[in-house]
Protein backbone atom coordinates (compact mmCIF):
# COMPACT_ATOMS: atom_id res chain seq x y z
CA UNK A 1 0.00 0.00 0.00
CA UNK A 2 1.38 3.55 -1.07
CA UNK A 3 2.30 5.50 1.88
CA UNK A 4 1.44 8.96 2.14
CA UNK A 5 1.84 11.76 4.77
CA UNK A 6 -1.25 13.85 6.27
CA UNK A 7 -1.81 17.21 8.77
CA UNK A 8 -3.21 15.79 11.93
CA UNK A 9 -3.09 18.91 14.37
CA UNK A 10 -1.75 22.68 14.31
CA UNK A 11 -0.79 25.35 16.70
CA UNK A 12 0.49 28.33 16.76
CA UNK A 13 1.96 31.15 19.09
CA UNK A 14 1.89 35.00 19.51
CA UNK A 15 4.18 36.56 22.06
CA UNK A 16 1.99 38.63 23.96
CA UNK A 17 3.27 41.97 23.49
CA UNK A 18 0.87 43.40 20.11
CA UNK A 19 2.04 46.78 18.71
CA UNK A 20 -0.19 48.54 16.20
CA UNK A 21 0.90 50.90 13.34
CA UNK A 22 0.34 53.84 15.42
CA UNK A 23 2.33 52.84 18.45
CA UNK A 24 5.30 51.34 16.52
CA UNK A 25 5.14 54.78 15.03
CA UNK A 26 4.93 56.70 18.27
CA UNK A 27 8.11 54.47 19.51
CA UNK A 28 10.10 55.21 15.88
CA UNK A 29 9.67 59.11 16.37
CA UNK A 30 11.47 58.59 19.36
CA UNK A 31 14.68 57.84 17.58
CA UNK A 32 13.85 60.14 15.02
CA UNK A 33 12.11 57.68 12.68
CA UNK A 34 8.83 59.14 10.53
CA UNK A 35 5.98 56.47 9.44
CA UNK A 36 2.65 56.58 10.13
CA UNK A 37 -0.24 53.92 10.13
CA UNK A 38 -1.48 55.38 7.15
CA UNK A 39 1.78 54.83 5.18
CA UNK A 40 2.07 51.16 6.68
CA UNK A 41 -1.32 49.93 5.83
CA UNK A 42 -1.56 51.23 2.43
CA UNK A 43 1.64 49.82 1.04
CA UNK A 44 1.34 46.34 3.28
CA UNK A 45 -1.85 45.95 4.34
CA UNK A 46 -0.10 45.51 7.59
CA UNK A 47 -1.83 46.76 11.39
CA UNK A 48 0.15 44.93 13.91
CA UNK A 49 2.64 42.69 14.93
CA UNK A 50 3.84 41.03 17.84
CA UNK A 51 6.98 41.29 19.47
CA UNK A 52 8.69 38.76 21.66
CA UNK A 53 10.22 39.54 25.24
CA UNK A 54 14.15 39.85 25.19
CA UNK A 55 14.49 36.67 27.18
CA UNK A 56 12.10 34.72 24.72
CA UNK A 57 13.44 33.15 21.73
CA UNK A 58 12.23 31.39 18.73
CA UNK A 59 12.24 27.92 20.50
CA UNK A 60 9.82 29.08 23.44
CA UNK A 61 7.42 30.36 20.76
CA UNK A 62 8.16 27.10 18.75
CA UNK A 63 7.43 24.43 22.23
CA UNK A 64 3.95 27.04 22.82
CA UNK A 65 2.92 26.30 19.12
CA UNK A 66 3.85 22.40 19.16
CA UNK A 67 2.10 21.59 22.54
CA UNK A 68 -0.59 23.02 20.57
CA UNK A 69 -0.74 21.26 17.43
CA UNK A 70 0.25 17.96 19.36
CA UNK A 71 -2.75 18.73 21.56
CA UNK A 72 -5.02 18.85 18.38
CA UNK A 73 -3.75 15.46 16.83
CA UNK A 74 -4.40 13.78 19.95
CA UNK A 75 -0.61 12.98 20.34
CA UNK A 76 1.77 13.18 23.02
CA UNK A 77 5.61 14.23 22.69
CA UNK A 78 6.78 11.20 22.80
CA UNK A 79 4.87 9.60 19.90
CA UNK A 80 6.78 12.05 18.21
CA UNK A 81 9.64 10.72 15.49
CA UNK A 82 10.89 13.61 14.00
CA UNK A 83 11.27 17.60 14.66
CA UNK A 84 12.50 19.88 11.56
CA UNK A 85 12.05 23.59 12.67
CA UNK A 86 12.01 26.09 10.08
CA UNK A 87 13.90 29.50 11.37
CA UNK A 88 16.16 32.55 10.41
CA UNK A 89 16.52 33.67 13.95
CA UNK A 90 17.88 30.59 15.53
CA UNK A 91 19.04 30.59 19.23
CA UNK A 92 22.12 30.39 18.98
CA UNK A 93 24.61 29.27 16.02
CA UNK A 94 24.43 25.64 17.20
CA UNK A 95 22.50 23.53 18.43
CA UNK A 96 19.80 23.86 16.28
CA UNK A 97 16.71 25.17 17.58
CA UNK A 98 14.67 21.74 16.55
CA UNK A 99 17.48 20.06 19.49
CA UNK A 100 16.11 22.45 21.72
CA UNK A 101 12.79 22.25 20.82
CA UNK A 102 13.21 18.21 21.79
CA UNK A 103 14.55 18.93 24.96
CA UNK A 104 12.10 21.10 26.23
CA UNK A 105 9.81 19.13 24.81
CA UNK A 106 10.74 16.44 27.51
CA UNK A 107 12.04 14.07 24.50
CA UNK A 108 15.04 12.58 23.39
CA UNK A 109 16.32 9.86 20.66
CA UNK A 110 14.36 11.14 17.70
CA UNK A 111 15.97 13.17 14.97
CA UNK A 112 16.14 16.79 14.91
CA UNK A 113 17.42 19.29 12.55
CA UNK A 114 16.94 23.12 11.49
CA UNK A 115 15.83 24.40 7.99
CA UNK A 116 16.91 27.57 6.98
CA UNK A 117 15.29 28.78 4.00
CA UNK A 118 14.01 32.29 5.33
CA UNK A 119 10.66 32.81 4.57
CA UNK A 120 10.35 29.55 2.18
CA UNK A 121 11.47 27.88 5.27
CA UNK A 122 7.77 25.90 5.92
CA UNK A 123 7.50 24.68 2.79
CA UNK A 124 10.94 23.33 2.92
CA UNK A 125 10.42 21.55 6.21
CA UNK A 126 7.10 20.36 5.07
CA UNK A 127 8.35 18.72 1.86
CA UNK A 128 11.24 16.85 3.73
CA UNK A 129 9.26 16.13 6.32
CA UNK A 130 6.69 14.58 3.89
CA UNK A 131 9.96 12.45 2.25
CA UNK A 132 10.95 11.10 5.04
CA UNK A 133 7.81 9.66 6.35
CA UNK A 134 6.82 8.21 2.80
CA UNK A 135 10.35 6.31 2.82
CA UNK A 136 9.17 5.33 6.01
CA UNK A 137 12.32 7.11 8.30
CA UNK A 138 9.21 8.56 10.33
CA UNK A 139 5.95 8.54 11.34
CA UNK A 140 4.56 11.07 13.29
CA UNK A 141 6.84 14.59 12.75
CA UNK A 142 6.52 17.73 13.89
CA UNK A 143 7.52 20.49 11.61
CA UNK A 144 7.73 23.48 12.66
CA UNK A 145 8.21 27.74 11.85
CA UNK A 146 9.38 30.04 14.52
CA UNK A 147 11.28 33.27 13.85
CA UNK A 148 12.10 36.32 16.22
CA UNK A 149 12.73 38.68 13.35
CA UNK A 150 12.45 41.72 15.61
CA UNK A 151 16.05 40.91 16.56
CA UNK A 152 17.23 41.22 13.16
CA UNK A 153 15.64 44.62 12.36
CA UNK A 154 17.29 47.57 11.91
CA UNK A 155 15.12 50.29 13.81
CA UNK A 156 16.45 53.11 12.10
CA UNK A 157 15.36 51.71 8.59
CA UNK A 158 11.54 52.73 8.15
CA UNK A 159 11.36 50.78 5.28
CA UNK A 160 11.83 47.38 6.96
CA UNK A 161 11.42 47.40 10.58
CA UNK A 162 7.59 48.21 10.03
CA UNK A 163 7.23 44.70 8.31
CA UNK A 164 8.00 41.65 10.61
CA UNK A 165 6.87 40.38 13.61
CA UNK A 166 7.97 37.26 15.77
CA UNK A 167 5.48 34.54 15.92
CA UNK A 168 5.47 30.49 15.48
CA UNK A 169 3.40 27.91 13.86
CA UNK A 170 3.30 24.24 14.02
CA UNK A 171 1.93 21.55 12.36
CA UNK A 172 1.82 17.12 13.15
CA UNK A 173 2.33 15.15 10.17
CA UNK A 174 1.27 11.44 10.12
CA UNK A 175 1.93 8.58 8.06
CA UNK A 176 -1.58 7.75 6.68
CA UNK A 177 -2.99 5.19 3.64
CA UNK A 178 -4.56 8.34 1.99
CA UNK A 179 -2.79 11.72 1.03
CA UNK A 180 -2.42 13.97 2.35
CA UNK A 181 0.22 16.00 0.53
CA UNK A 182 -0.57 15.99 -2.66
CA UNK A 183 2.46 17.41 -4.24
CA UNK A 184 5.20 20.42 -3.41
CA UNK A 185 7.69 22.21 -5.40
CA UNK A 186 10.87 23.68 -4.25
CA UNK A 187 13.30 26.00 -5.78
CA UNK A 188 16.41 28.39 -5.03
CA UNK A 189 18.18 30.78 -7.38
CA UNK A 190 21.56 32.45 -5.37
CA UNK A 191 21.97 35.39 -7.83
CA UNK A 192 19.75 37.16 -5.65
CA UNK A 193 21.28 36.74 -2.20
CA UNK A 194 22.13 40.44 -1.96
CA UNK A 195 18.12 41.70 -2.42
CA UNK A 196 17.17 40.74 0.90
CA UNK A 197 19.91 39.29 3.26
CA UNK A 198 21.44 39.98 6.69
CA UNK A 199 24.70 40.02 5.78
CA UNK A 200 27.12 39.69 9.53
CA UNK A 201 28.58 36.70 10.63
CA UNK A 202 30.12 35.75 13.81
CA UNK A 203 34.18 35.71 13.69
CA UNK A 204 36.79 35.02 16.33
CA UNK A 205 34.28 35.63 18.83
CA UNK A 206 33.15 39.29 17.19
CA UNK A 207 29.79 39.77 14.92
CA UNK A 208 31.59 40.84 11.51
CA UNK A 209 29.62 42.76 8.98
CA UNK A 210 26.04 44.07 9.26
CA UNK A 211 23.74 42.01 11.62
CA UNK A 212 20.34 43.44 10.81
CA UNK A 213 18.14 43.23 7.85
CA UNK A 214 18.75 44.49 4.36
CA UNK A 215 16.21 44.12 1.81
CA UNK A 216 15.56 46.08 -2.00
CA UNK A 217 11.78 45.97 -1.23
CA UNK A 218 11.04 47.09 -4.83
CA UNK A 219 12.72 44.19 -6.51
CA UNK A 220 11.68 41.91 -3.50
CA UNK A 221 8.30 42.31 -4.74
CA UNK A 222 8.58 41.55 -8.43
CA UNK A 223 10.51 38.96 -8.27
CA UNK A 224 8.12 37.37 -5.42
CA UNK A 225 4.85 37.78 -7.66
CA UNK A 226 6.49 36.12 -10.32
CA UNK A 227 7.60 33.19 -8.53
CA UNK A 228 4.49 32.56 -6.70
CA UNK A 229 2.62 32.46 -9.91
CA UNK A 230 4.76 29.81 -11.44
CA UNK A 231 5.41 28.04 -7.91
CA UNK A 232 1.66 27.38 -7.90
CA UNK A 233 1.35 26.29 -11.86
CA UNK A 234 4.10 24.26 -11.29
CA UNK A 235 2.60 22.49 -8.05
CA UNK A 236 -0.80 22.48 -9.75
CA UNK A 237 0.45 20.39 -12.68
CA UNK A 238 2.14 17.58 -10.70
CA UNK A 239 -1.24 16.73 -8.95
CA UNK A 240 -3.10 16.82 -12.58
CA UNK A 241 -5.33 19.68 -10.80
CA UNK A 242 -6.36 23.16 -11.62
CA UNK A 243 -7.06 26.54 -9.59
CA UNK A 244 -10.34 25.98 -9.40
CA UNK A 245 -9.64 22.98 -7.09
CA UNK A 246 -8.01 25.05 -4.68
CA UNK A 247 -10.45 25.77 -1.55
CA UNK A 248 -8.25 28.36 0.38
CA UNK A 249 -4.53 29.25 -0.86
CA UNK A 250 -2.30 30.27 2.20
CA UNK A 251 0.44 31.85 0.83
CA UNK A 252 3.56 33.39 2.62
CA UNK A 253 2.14 36.54 4.60
CA UNK A 254 4.68 39.13 2.84
CA UNK A 255 2.01 41.50 1.99
CA UNK A 256 -1.42 41.99 1.40
CA UNK A 257 -0.28 44.00 -2.40
CA UNK A 258 1.89 40.45 -3.15
CA UNK A 259 -0.82 37.80 -2.03
CA UNK A 260 -3.56 40.40 -4.46
CA UNK A 261 -1.17 40.28 -7.53
CA UNK A 262 -0.70 36.25 -7.12
CA UNK A 263 -4.28 35.89 -6.52
CA UNK A 264 -5.09 37.57 -9.94
CA UNK A 265 -2.58 36.46 -11.78
CA UNK A 266 -4.02 33.08 -10.87
CA UNK A 267 -7.46 34.37 -11.53
CA UNK A 268 -8.08 33.17 -7.63
CA UNK A 269 -10.67 35.16 -5.87
CA UNK A 270 -9.10 37.00 -2.83
CA UNK A 271 -12.03 35.05 -0.69
CA UNK A 272 -9.94 31.81 -0.77
CA UNK A 273 -6.55 33.76 0.20
CA UNK A 274 -6.19 33.19 4.16
CA UNK A 275 -4.65 36.85 4.98
CA UNK A 276 -3.66 37.11 8.60
CA UNK A 277 -0.65 39.61 7.38
CA UNK A 278 -2.83 42.83 8.74
CA UNK A 279 -2.66 40.98 12.53
CA UNK A 280 0.87 39.58 12.18
CA UNK A 281 3.25 41.41 9.76
CA UNK A 282 5.64 39.13 8.11
CA UNK A 283 6.91 36.01 10.39
CA UNK A 284 9.25 35.09 7.43
CA UNK A 285 9.11 31.03 8.35
CA UNK A 286 6.16 30.94 10.81
CA UNK A 287 3.82 32.64 8.82
CA UNK A 288 2.40 30.09 6.85
CA UNK A 289 1.49 27.39 9.82
CA UNK A 290 0.73 30.48 11.79
CA UNK A 291 -2.05 31.62 9.35
CA UNK A 292 -2.69 27.99 8.31
CA UNK A 293 -3.58 27.62 12.37
CA UNK A 294 -5.79 30.94 12.49
CA UNK A 295 -7.73 29.21 9.34
CA UNK A 296 -8.49 26.16 10.69
CA UNK A 297 -8.57 27.46 14.44
CA UNK A 298 -11.46 30.33 12.73
CA UNK A 299 -13.54 27.19 11.17
CA UNK A 300 -12.72 28.42 7.32
CA UNK A 301 -10.29 25.57 6.60
CA UNK A 302 -12.22 22.11 7.11
CA UNK A 303 -11.38 18.75 7.06
CA UNK A 304 -10.96 17.62 3.23
CA UNK A 305 -9.99 20.66 2.06
CA UNK A 306 -7.51 21.87 -0.85
CA UNK A 307 -4.98 23.75 0.61
CA UNK A 308 -2.48 25.51 -1.60
CA UNK A 309 0.61 26.40 0.69
CA UNK A 310 3.47 28.89 -0.87
CA UNK A 311 6.21 30.91 0.02
CA UNK A 312 8.98 32.91 -1.53
CA UNK A 313 11.94 34.94 0.48
CA UNK A 314 15.30 35.47 1.60
CA UNK A 315 18.08 33.54 -1.07
CA UNK A 316 16.15 33.74 -3.37
CA UNK A 317 13.73 30.98 -2.18
CA UNK A 318 10.68 29.72 -3.35
CA UNK A 319 7.67 27.07 -3.67
CA UNK A 320 4.36 25.34 -2.79
CA UNK A 321 3.03 22.31 -1.13
CA UNK A 322 -0.81 21.49 -2.57
CA UNK A 323 -2.77 18.86 0.26
CA UNK A 324 -5.85 17.83 1.22
CA UNK A 325 -6.35 18.77 4.65
N1 LIG B 1 6.85 55.02 6.38
C1 LIG B 1 6.72 56.13 5.62
N2 LIG B 1 7.35 56.28 4.44
C2 LIG B 1 8.13 55.26 4.02
C3 LIG B 1 8.31 54.09 4.77
C4 LIG B 1 7.63 53.99 5.99
N3 LIG B 1 7.71 52.89 6.79
N4 LIG B 1 9.13 53.26 4.11
C5 LIG B 1 9.48 53.89 2.96
N5 LIG B 1 8.88 55.10 2.93
C6 LIG B 1 8.97 56.11 1.87
C7 LIG B 1 10.25 56.02 1.10
O1 LIG B 1 11.27 56.71 1.77
C8 LIG B 1 9.86 56.66 -0.21
O2 LIG B 1 9.87 58.06 -0.04
P1 LIG B 1 10.38 59.01 -1.23
O3 LIG B 1 9.41 58.76 -2.37
O4 LIG B 1 10.25 60.34 -0.62
O5 LIG B 1 11.76 58.57 -1.53
C9 LIG B 1 8.39 56.23 -0.39
O6 LIG B 1 7.94 55.83 0.92
C10 LIG B 1 8.20 55.10 -1.34
O7 LIG B 1 9.16 54.08 -1.04
P2 LIG B 1 9.22 52.75 -1.87
O8 LIG B 1 10.31 51.90 -1.34
O9 LIG B 1 9.22 53.09 -3.31
O10 LIG B 1 7.81 52.13 -1.49
P3 LIG B 1 7.09 50.87 -2.07
O11 LIG B 1 5.77 51.24 -2.58
O12 LIG B 1 8.00 50.07 -2.95
O13 LIG B 1 6.83 50.03 -0.77
C11 LIG B 1 7.64 48.12 0.38
C12 LIG B 1 7.91 49.54 -0.01
C13 LIG B 1 6.39 48.05 1.24
C14 LIG B 1 8.82 47.55 1.17
C15 LIG B 1 7.41 47.31 -0.91
O14 LIG B 1 8.45 47.50 -1.81
C16 LIG B 1 7.27 45.87 -0.64
O15 LIG B 1 6.30 45.42 -0.05
N6 LIG B 1 8.20 45.02 -1.11
C17 LIG B 1 8.15 43.63 -0.86
C18 LIG B 1 9.02 43.39 0.24
C19 LIG B 1 8.51 42.41 1.22
O16 LIG B 1 7.35 42.19 1.42
N7 LIG B 1 9.47 41.83 1.87
C20 LIG B 1 9.23 40.92 2.89
C21 LIG B 1 10.36 40.02 2.98
S1 LIG B 1 10.51 39.08 1.57
C22 LIG B 1 9.35 38.08 1.56
O17 LIG B 1 8.86 37.77 2.61
C23 LIG B 1 8.95 37.61 0.30
Given at each position: ?????????????????????????????T?????????????????????A??????????VA?????????????????????????????????A???????????????????????????L???????????????L????????????????????????????V??????????????????????????V?????????????????D?????K???????????????????????I???I????????????A??????L?????????????????????M?????????K????????????G??????????
Open positions: MTRYSRITGTGSYLPPRRLTNAELAAELAKGVETSDEWIVERTGIRARHFAPDVSSSDLAAAKQALEAAGLLASDIDLIIVATSTPDMVFPSVCIVQNKLGIAGCPAFDVQAVCSGFIYATVADALIKTGSATKAVIGAEVFSRILDFSDRTTCVLFGDGAGAVLQASDTPGILASDLHADGKYVGILCPGHVSGGQVVGDPLLKMGQAVFLAVGLLESTARATLAKANLSEADDWMPHQANIRIMQSTRKLKMPEKVIVTVDQHGNTSAASIPLADVAVRDGKVKGDTLLLEGVGGFTWGAVLLNY
